[in-house]
Each structure stands twice: as C-alpha cells, then as structure tokens.
C-alpha cells in the first residue's frame, strides 16, 4: 500500500542513452472499474543538464484528486466488508524518452499500485505503508452504554481497515470468557471490520490479524467503557493510513461562541440630535465562530500517538449527541482541531493522563452560503 500525503516519485533515468532530450510520464488514475484508456494526466520535463539525465515526477498531490470521504464509522456489525471504493486510488503510469526529433518512445508501464490518503513519518523513509491493518497497535477504550441501542453513534466502538489475502484471518477474543469468533478471509482486498465483535460489545475484545490463518502480525485490544455522568463525543478522522479511526472523549465538554462584525458610524438622522435609539454605531456583517472542548478520561501512554494523528488529519468529524443545531436529531459535523502543539503524557511522569483538546466548528453559525 501506497500513501498520498507523502511523495510518491517516479524517477525516469536516461543515464547512457543517447540523442534524448527529456521525457514523459503518463498517470491512469481510478476508484472502481477497470484501468481508464487515456491518462488523466501526462506531466514531462527536460533533461536537467547534458550529464544529468534523471528526472523525477512527484504523482501524490494528482491522486489525492481522487478521494471522497463521504462515509463515516456508522456501523457496528461488519465483518470483511470491502471499503469504499472512494477511500482507494488505483495507480498506473508510463514512463517515456523524448528523442531530439520531439516525439516519445515508450520505456515502461507499471503494475496497478493501490494508494490511501495516508502519510509517512520522515524516519520511515520513502513512500509505504508496511502495516497490512490500518490502524496503529495498542489499546483502545470505547464507549458502552447497555440502555442505549448498538445503533447509536456513541455506542459504536468504530472499525478498522485490513488489506486481506485469501485465509488472512482476523480473530476476537472476548476479555472475559476468553471465546473466540475467527473470520477468514475468502477473497483478497482491503476490508473493514468492526473493532469488536458484537456480542463482545459489553466488556469488549482483543483483536489480532492472523496471517495465513496462524502468524500473529498485529494486535488490538478495545475496551468498553460505560460513562455515568457526562455524554461521550464520537471523533473520528482519517489516521496516518488513509483510514477512518475513532477516538472517545468520555469527560466533560465546554461549547463557547465568538462573535466577529464589522461596524460602521453614522450621522443622526435630524440635527441638531436628540438622543434616540438610533445610537451612532452600527454593525454588519455579524456571524460567529463555535468552539467545543472535550476530555479523553483517564487513558494510557499510548494515546499520544493517537491523538498525534488526530491533530495531523485533514478531515476530522464529531459527534456530540446532544448538539443538535435546529435538527430533528444529532448529526457528523466536520471540524477542525485547535491545538497546534502536544505534549504526549506519560503516565510514570504525569500518573493518571487525561487529553484536553479543542475544536473549531468548521463552519459559521449563520448560515452564508451562497
């Protein structure tokens, strides 16, 4: 797997060969179907000198053209499910020479590549994903309320995303009685799995991703959590693989409102005046700005590296099941993280480590679209 938020370079290299002066790259890009017949795009350059004949092609920000995340973590029941084909780009490029005379020979064509909406870490070094489930490692805590409906958003302990082969198998085992559910793969692909098992959802469950049905290759482990006294928020974001990830704020939350305008003087409307209610300054142009602050509860070390991805997403949602805004009913609202700077707890440093993070609706509270 490939990811897009980071380069992807293609280097075209016609080191040796002669009477060429620059090349080409062809770009076939798709969600679903087969390969298109014409490239949606053809970038080309010039040799950069007469003893440097390596050119190199950055394809990502051409991809990223290619992705819509119009549906969120909304299910609790799913298993092996294929994921929106809006969530993978299909890749294939072909590399040309350009020969002194303008026209272009063929060098190459590429097999299919598969990008998500993802990033590398520096260290990590060029483009690629090494993890085959797109989530990080560790513990997760979700929440349960056994008076509310599985159906209920805040009630969803979220998915996770795998790319399977054939008899990959993803087991859950139930953190009391220790039973076990597998389910194996019967067809290759990236698919999507609840993180726990349903009839596991009151106390919660380890996950682990069996390669060929035996190797262990990753472990999860989700927790419920039942939460007396605040309403628990729902965020959820596409993490550092391209895939939706959810983390619970369980504690308490604040709502505020700024307020902006832009105001103006003016003359009383007959002289000499009389104070009225006229007042001399006016204002236009008024709309405001909501924010919401949210607390994680008592969590482990682990989540400053979760909550590192949240802050480093670019599309977050929440949901609040008590905001409304003049709806029927609560619904996803997209916003944007405060916070430019974290410090990641420790818990031998920091003992208990609660996450205190702001969120800037990402709209105005009046409506002005035109």
């Known amino acids: 797997m490939n990811v897009a938020r980071s380069p992807y370079n293609i280097e075209v290299d016609l080191t ?69 084909t809006n969530f993978k780009v299909n890749v294939v490029f072909k590399k040309y020479k350009k020969l002194t005379d303008g026209s272009y020979t063929l060098l190459s064509t590429s097999s299919a590549l598969n990008f998500m909406d993802g990033f590398n870490y520096y260290m990590e070094g060029f483009n690629t994903i090494s993890s085959t489930v797109f989530l ?22 979220g998915t996770f995303d795998v790319d399977l082969a054939i008899n990959d198998a993803i087991k859950y085992t139930n953190l009391s009685t220790g039973a076990t559910h597998t389910v194996t793969a019967t067809t290759a692909g990236i698919k999507t799995f609840s993180r726990v098992y349903l009839p596991n959802i009151a106390v919660g ?23 007396p006294k605040y309403s628990p928020v729902a965020v959820d974001f596409i993490n550092r693989y391209g895939s939706w990830a959810r983390i619970f704020f369980q504690k308490a939350k604040t709502r505020n409102i700024e307020v902006k305008a832009d105001s103006y003087k003016v003359n009383p409307s007959v002289l000499p005046y009389v104070p009225t209610s006229e007042g001399q300054v006016r204002e236009f142009n008024k709309n405001g700005k909501e924010t919401i602050k949210l607390n994680t509860g ?43 700077t974290l410090l990641k707890q420790k818990g031998i440093n920091d003992g208990t480590i609660n996450y205190t993070l702001s969120f800037d609706f990402a709209y105005d509270v009046i409506s002005n679209v035109v």
């Open 16 to 84: 040796g060969v002669s009477g060429v002066t620059g090349s080409k790259v062809e770009v076939f890009l798709w969600n679903t179907g087969s390969q298109p017949a014409s490239p949606q795009y053809t970038l080309s350059k010039l040799i950069p000198a007469s003893d440097n004949l390596k050119m190199y092609y950055n394809i990502s920000p051409y991809v990223r053209e290619y992705f819509t995340f119009t549906n969120w973590q909304n299910v609790y029941n799913s298993y092996d499910t294929d994921i929106s």
């Open 136 to 157: 990080s490692e560790g513990t997760y805590f979700y929440n349960h309320d056994s008076g509310q409906l599985n159906t209920v958003i805040t009630n969803m302990a």
């Open 205 to 227: 469950n380890k996950v682990e991703f069996l390669g060929g049905g035996s190797a262990v290759r990753w472990t999860g482990t989700f927790k419920a959590q039942c939460e």
């Open 298 to 340: 008592f969590v482990n070390d682990l989540y400053g590296e979760y909550i590192q991805e949240l802050l480093l997403s670019e599309k977050v949602m929440l949901y609040d099941p008590q905001q409304k805004d003049g709806l029927a009913a609560a619904a996803y609202t997209p916003v944007i993280p405060k916070e430019k």
